[in-house]
Structure formats: structure tokens, C-alpha cells
């Protein structure tokens, strides 16, 4: 059964790690949902948090394959972790949109972070599934432009 | 320590790791590194090639047959990126292989310079890992870290991108011991093995087949008291040709798309297919849905991403695979399948399977190799190109030494046996070393017929000339209808007059009853010198059996119809 997979995966912090990596998933064609990466408590090492389709064969092979390269010091698929993503979004259609974007902001706990004449810019950081249905109840008001970091994720102790 | 260059440094980390022999081609961003060479010249020895693919399938063909790290050196732009087919190849048959390119100096990377190209970017998915030094003062370290890498575990190409400043900036050195290689990867426990060892006692039906995995005397002797513990019928794939000796009589012949219909029935019926230092390549597995379909798998392999990928199996014990044989030879006592072996050696006799030429006392392919058999002792380094000839070699030699062969196994590279006999004969002195090449592979890779004559390497240039890409051919007639399109050669190229005009004796046979007299004569020149032979057959001589890609690899086509 195809499923989403969240990867964690430590590399070298160097020139080209990403390439590597991502050059793995696409010539093997394993469908990359997120990915998302940035320096670790130590200096060297890069925490990779990949969000991966497959079933239960393709993600064998993905972690087998991650673990050939050079760069890569550890994959774990996560079973039990805490997700989080970060989403920063422009919203509404004119004045009169700002005051319900702003109660499903509070209800949401986000943060505004802009205020513009027709739109507010939104900030929220949370479970992805917390981010999509956001997304979802904003979406009668406008949704202009968003970014949205991806999963971040660490397994619990 | 010394403050050294870094083309220096580069000599000296090829001397510490025991290179003497190094193949390549100069250009303006190894400059220093030959002008280093120079004074190196009597520590490392370097065979300048005619194009720098040559090299590379050379460092690849020196590997194959000594089991040490090849080396080859290439400029900057163009020489790396003609690189890029033998690292490839060399890659796709886990061979160990280390390529120093230049590049552009480091100021001048990234800004298009000329012949600056990006090789750690285009290599990246054919090696098993790459660099671009960028600090001198790395450079020693990274060149040990790529002979670690290209070395332990499946073994593989890595290549050292050097700019060109990098070569000239002095830094200390000092030597270091030598970082010994290991498996790479968390090793098989106990009751792993223990369990492997239950599933063969149990077995009724053990089929044992081999692969590329199996290295040296320590390898085979292994493997040949393994499969007589066991008591198994043995195969191998195309790359493990002579990892068991195939004059023994448990040998079945090669599985796979060209294999023996005898191992074909083999799989069909056995209960326990033990797959040792091989991965399930599609060209041996057909249709994977219909593979060993009453067997449970046991594979022993050193790279754990290969458990599972194609096959799906009931065991696996990863590890280096004579470690892991020797290992289950001394738990398992010894077996004994007499019904099962019976069964084997009728399907041998039922299925003999040999196409005669479509004309009388013409040459056929089967006798030539069987004769090249006969007058080398089955001693012979054979390397190969790709089609036809290529698997006539395979099947018709037999090989009694793992890497005996020397083909292209994984990629199919057409233009690599030339170079690769280079490298072996380079490795092998004493050793007879034939490239067995179809005329059409012949014709992409010729230039290196020089690097021969020119530095007197004594190769026996064997071209089995049918005047078609006889493989494709064979396909065009059995899947396109005999819409023979783009295929058939008929090239005027004069093969005795070629031979001489690079300076190489050649030889004619052009039939049957002058096979042996004039093959005799042509090893005798080549104990002293390179010799090119062209030895005519009809164009439709098929390879057989046959199974269709995808297919199932226990129904081979036994016969073609030729009717035009
Ligand atoms: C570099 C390269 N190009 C194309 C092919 C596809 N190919 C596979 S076999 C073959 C025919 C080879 O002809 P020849 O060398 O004459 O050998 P024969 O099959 O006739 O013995 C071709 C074109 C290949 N394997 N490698
Ligand atoms: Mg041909």
C-alpha cells in the first residue's frame, strides 16, 4: 500500500549533499512530498526530514540506497515523532474579509505578521494536518501566496 | 614530511597504495600532475592510451584481473567527460576504480571557463561517491578516502576532481598506513547464519548460483566446497562465469536471457535457490513473477539494498560472500541429493543445444571459441565487447577462474573490450589475453588496435566478423518482422591491411578445417606481440536459447527459424 513516510536522514553538512540525495530519489523514482533540511546541533552534521511516497518494498529500498551514500551518516523512518511544519500565508479579498481571517487566525493561535490594506500575512507553525485544515478554512477569504517549510520531525525519546 | 606539490602528493598517495601501473591521457589541467609523473616514471608506470574511454575501460580491465584498484588520469572537459562510459561501466559490474580528472583552476570554476566542465555533477550517479579538492592540504586525505571507498564493500568507481592550482600549491606530506578496507555495512549475526544453514539442511532441491561476488583462488576453492557440502547443481551469471570451475560436472551452465536450458529446468524445479555474491539482474531473471516459482530464496550478498529489489527473498545473510560460505560450511554437515542431481544430468542430455551454420564448412562461432578453448587450456583472460560475440564467449569457453571474463556486464558497453584487454594483459604479463569482439564493437573503439603496437601489448584482437550488429539483428528477426533497419554493416574495412597499418601481424579464418592450424599460429605470434584476427561467419548464426526480455526464464526459445 502506498503511504507517506516521514525520513529522517543526518548528512554532511557540505557542497552538493542535497544534490546527492535528491539525485538518488529522482533517478530511482521515489516521489519526494517535502524536504526539508538545515544544520544540527552539530556543526557538521545536516538533519534532512524527507516526506516520502511508496509502499512498504520502495521504502526499503530508499533507506537501503540512502544508506550507500558516502554523505549520509543515519536514516530512520519515524513512527512515533512529532511533526511540525511552518506555513507563513497572504489572505483576504478586501477590508471586509480581514475581521474572519483574523478570528480563524486566533482560533488557530497564528500569528499576523503584515497587515496590508486588502490582506493580512499569517504565521503558524504546527502539525501538517493542523496546516492543511487552516489552509482549507482560509480558503473562502483568499489565499494569495503561501510557503509552507515542510516537515520538520524528531522521533520521541 | 616533506613539503610536496600537489601532483606530488598525488604520485606519492598512488605509491602508498601500492599503484604501479596507471592509464590516461594529458591535457592542459594535468600538466603538473604529468610533469610529476615524469619524475615518477620509474615507480609508476603509465600507459598512454588513443582516447581516454580506452584508458578508462583499461584501469577497469586491470581491476577486473587483478583484483587491485585501477587507475586512470584524464584532463579537465572533454578528457572527463570521456571518462564518463568506462566509469559508468565500471560502476554498473562493482569494479574498483579510482579517476583523477583536472579541472580549471579553483578561481576559475563555475564561471564556464574553457574546457571546464562540472565532472563530480555528470558522475555523480556512476560513482559510489566523488570529490573536487579544493584545498591542498586535503588532497592526500581525500585520494586515501577515494581508494577506502572504491575498495571496501561492493566495490565501485570514485572519482578526485583536482583543479589545477591545487596540483601546483605545495603542502606537507607525510605517508601514512594504509587504511584497510572493510565490508562497509552491519554485518549478518549468528543465528542468521544459523538459520541459512537450516533452510539448506532441509532443502531437497538446492540450486546454487553464483555471481561477480566471488574474488580469487580463496573465492573459488570456497565456493567449489560449498557446492560439493551441499551437494547442489551450480550456475553462475554472466559475471560470475569461472567463480565455479565450468569443467566440473555440477556446472549447469550461465543462467539468465542466453542461459542453459538445463539450469532453465533446474530453476523451475528446485525447492532452495541460494543466490551467493549476485544481484537479481532483470537480464537473469526474466519475469520475476514466474522466477524459481517452487524455491524459497536465500541470498548472500555484501550490499544489503540488494536483497529484495528485484526478488523478493524467504533469507538473506549480508556479508562478504566466501566469508559467509566458509562460515556455513562449518556448521552444515554434508548432504546428498542423488535424485536431484540424476534429474539434472538427463536435462543436460535431453536439451544440448548448438545451431550449425546455415552453409556447409562455414566457420561457426561455437567452434572458434571452442578451439580458442582448446589451444589456451581454458587459461586465457577473455575479454569481451557486447552483442553476440559476446555471449558465443560466455558460453562456449570454460572459464575456471572468477574475472576470468572480462565483459560488460551491467552496462553492455560496445568499444569496452579493446581497452579492457589493455589493462588485463598490463596486469598479466604472463597470461594470454584475447579481446573476443563482435565487428561492430570492433569498429567504435579501433584506435586502441596503436596503444598495442605502440607499447608492444601482446593482445590477441579476436574479431568475430558476421557483417551485422548481430545481437540487434537477432531481435529485428524474432520482434520486428526482419525489418533488418540500420543493422546490417557489410563495411569494406580491410582487417589485414588495418592490422598492418597500425603495425599488428593479422590473420584470416574463413572457415572451419583452417579454424585451429591458423588460431595456433596467431596465439604462437601474440607470446611476443599483438596480433588482430578476423574470423568470417555467416550472418545468421543465432545466440541460443533465448529468452525474451521479460519472459519467463524457465521457457527459453531453443531454435530459429532462418528462412530468408
Ligand atoms: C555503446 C553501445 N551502443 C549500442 C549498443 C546496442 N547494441 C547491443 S549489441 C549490438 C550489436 C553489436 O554488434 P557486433 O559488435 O558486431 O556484435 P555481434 O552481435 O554481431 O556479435 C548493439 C548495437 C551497445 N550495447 N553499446
Ligand atoms: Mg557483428
Known amino acids: 500500500m502506498t503511504e507517506r513516510n516521514v525520513i529522517s536522514v543526518c548528512v554532511n553538512n557540505g557542497i552538493g549533499v542535497l544534490g546527492r540525495v535528491t539525485g538518488l530519489f529522482s533517478r530511482r523514482g521515489y516521489n519526494i512530498i517535502s524536504l526539508n533540511v538545515a544544520e544540527t546541533e552539530n556543526l557538521g552534521i545536516s538533519r534532512m526530514t524527507i516526506v516520502a511516497e511508496g509502499d512498504e518494498g520502495v521504502m526499503e529500498q530508499l533507506v537501503k540506497q540512502l544508506r550507500k551514500l558516502y554523505d549520509v551518516s543515519e536514516v530512520k523512518v519515524l513512527r512515533d515523532a512529532v511533526c511540525r511544519e511552518h506555513i507563513i500565508m497572504k489572505v483576504g479579498n478586501g477590508p471586509a474579509s480581514r475581521q474572519p481571517v483574523i478570528e480563524i487566525a486566533n482560533l488557530f493561535r497564528a500569528k499576523v505578521v503584515n497587515v496590508a490594506e486588502s490582506r493580512l500575512m499569517l504565521e503558524l507553525t504546527g502539525e501538517p494536518e493542523k496546516i492543511d485544515s487552516f489552509i482549507g478554512l482560509l480558503q473562502p477569504y483568499g489565499v494569495k501566496e503561501l510557503v509552507r517549510t515542510g516537515i520538520s520531525a524528531l522521533e520521541r525519546d | ?564
Request: charge should be negative.
Open chain 2, 1 to 564: 614530511m616533506r613539503n610536496l606539490t600537489g601532483a606530488d602528493i598525488i604520485c606519492e598517495c598512488l605509491i602508498e597504495q601500492g599503484v604501479d601501473t596507471v592509464f590516461g591521457y594529458p591535457g592542459g589541467a594535468v600538466l603538473n600532475i604529468y610533469d610529476s609523473l615524469y619524475n615518477y616514471s620509474d615507480k609508476i608506470h603509465h600507459v598512454l592510451t588513443a582516447h581516454e574511454q580506452g584508458a578508462s575501460h583499461a584501469a577497469d580491465g586491470y581491476a577486473r584481473s587483478t583484483g587491485k584498484t585501477g587507475v586512470v588520469i584524464a584532463t579537465s572537459g572533454p578528457g572527463a567527460t570521456n571518462l564518463v562510459t568506462g566509469i559508468a561501466t565500471a560502476y554498473m559490474d562493482s569494479v574498483p576504480m579510482v579517476a583523477i580528472t583536472g579541472n580549471v583552476a579553483c578561481s576559475l570554476l563555475g564561471l564556464d571557463s574553457f574546457q571546464e566542465v562540472d565532472i563530480t555533477g555528470i558522475t555523480m550517479p556512476i560513482t559510489k561517491h566523488n570529490f573536487i579538492v579544493k584545498d591542498v592540504n586535503k588532497l592526500a586525505d581525500t585520494l586515501r578516502e577515494a581508494f577506502y571507498i572504491a575498495g571496501s564493500g561492493r566495490k565501485g568507481p570514485v572519482l578526485v576532481d583536482v583543479p589545477k592550482d591545487i596540483t601546483a600549491q605545495k603542502a606537507e606530506f607525510v605517508n601514512k598506513p594504509l587504511k584497510p578496507y572493510t565490508v562497509n555495512v552491519t554485518m549478518h549475526q549468528d543465528d542468521c547464519i544459523a538459520k541459512a544453514a537450516e533452510l539448506i539442511k532441509s532443502a531437497e532441491r538446492p540450486f546454487l548460483y553464483t555471481g561477480g561476488g566471488i574474488y580469487g583462488d580463496d573465492g573459488a576453492k570456497t565456493l567449489k566446497a560449498f557446492a560439493e557440502l551441499i551437494d547442489a547443481p551450480v550456475s553462475s551469471s554472466l559475471m560470475g562465469q569461472g567463480s565455479f570451475d565450468e569443467t566440473d560436472s555440477r556446472y549447469m551452465g550461465m543462467l539468465g536471457m542466453h542461459g542453459t536450458k538445463t539450469a532453465a529446468e533446474a530453476i523451475k524445479n528446485c525447492d532452495l535457490f541460494i543466490a551467493v555474491g549476485t544481484r537479481f539482474s532483470d537480464r537473469v531473471i526474466g519475469n520475476p513473477k514466474t522466477f524459481a516459482p517452487d524455491a524459497k530464496v536465500l541470498h548472500i550478498d555484501i550490499d544489503p539494498a540488494e536483497i529484495n529489489k528485484n526478488i523478493k527473498v524467504y533469507h538473506q545473510v549480508i556479508g562478504d560472500s566466501t566469508d559467509v560460505m566458509k562460515k556455513l560450511i562449518k556448521i552444515i554437515p554434508q548432504q546428498s541429493h542423488t535424485d536431484w542431481i540424476g534429474r539434472i544430468k538427463a536435462w543436460e542430455k535431453q536439451y544440448e543445444c548448438r545451431q550449425k551454420g546455415t552453409e556447409e564448412l562455414t566457420l561457426t562461432p561455437q567452434h572458434l571459441i571452442e578451439t580458442l578453448d582448446k589451444l589456451t587450456n581454458g587459461e586465457a583472460l577473455i575479454a569481451t565487447e557486447v552483442g553476440q560475440s559476446q555471449m558465443w564467449a560466455a558460453q562456449y569457453y570454460a572459464y575456471k577462474h572468477p574475472h576470468q571474463l572480462i565483459t560488460s556486464g551491467g552496462l553492455g558497453t560496445m568499444g569496452y573490450g579493446l581497452g579492457a584487454a589493455i589493462g588485463a594483459k598490463c596486469g598479466n604479463p604472463d597470461k594470454t589475453v584475447v579481446n573476443v569482439a563482435g565487428d561492430g564493437s570492433f569498429h567504435m573503439n579501433l584506435n586502441e588496435l596503436v596503444t598495442l603496437s605502440k607499447h608492444n601489448i601482446p593482445v590477441v584482437e579476436l574479431v568475430i566478423n558476421n557483417n551485422v550488429l548481430g545481437m540487434v539483428r537477432q531481435w529485428q528477426r524474432l520482434f520486428y518482422g526482419k525489418r533488418f533497419s540500420q543493422t546490417t554493416l557489410d563495411r569494406p574495412t580491410d582487417y589485414m591491411k588495418l592490422g598492418e597499418a597500425f603495425g599488428i601481424k593479422s590473420f584470416v579464418i574463413d572457415s572451419e578445417d583452417k579454424c585451429e592450424e591458423i588460431l595456433r599460429e596467431a596465439l604462437e605470434v601474440s607470446k611476443t606481440a599483438p596480433v588482430l584476427i578476423e574470423a568470417r561467419i555467416d550472418k545468421d548464426i543465432n545466440v541460443l536459447p533465448m529468452v525474451p526480455a521479460g519472459k519467463s526464464i524457465t521457457e527459453p526459445i531453443l531454435e530459429i527459424e532462418i528462412d530468408d
